[in-house]
């Protein structure tokens, strides 16, 4: 079984938002995601095997405003997960009214 850093193949994410995301926010986020998903899916290289839809939740007790989504890495090299934070960075780096981002249980950022 590959693993993703310290991770195993499946990863889940929890962005946290310091506002709740517009319509726009929100499909340029999963836009993103998902233009990442279908590089590293491509039919013709080793890559990430499942990755559930992109969930938000206007008002988690505990979190706030949260997307969540979980990626199934399988045979992807660790550049696939290097790759996803920096497209979800430049993404923060517009409006996107990113507060943080939750790996697993360890937040990086």
Excluded at 27 to 49: F, I, N
Excluded at 79 to 108: E, F, N, Q
């Amino acid at each position: 079984m590959e693993h993703i850093g310290e991770y195993g193949p499946e990863v889940p994410f929890t962005l946290r938002f310091s506002r709740p995301p517009t319509d726009l926010e929100r499909e340029a986020l999963e836009s993103t995601v998902l233009e990442w998903y279908d590089e590293w899916s491509a039919p013709d290289m080793e890559g990430v095997s499942f990755m559930s839809e992109v969930d938000f939740d206007e008002d988690d007790d505990d979190e706030g405003s949260t997307a969540k989504w979980w990626i199934d890495f399988g045979a992807a090299p660790e550049g696939a997960l290097t790759d996803l934070l920096s497209r979800l960075d430049r993404a923060a780096v517009g409006d996107l009214p990113v507060a943080g981002l939750t790996l697993g249980s360890r937040l990086i950022g």
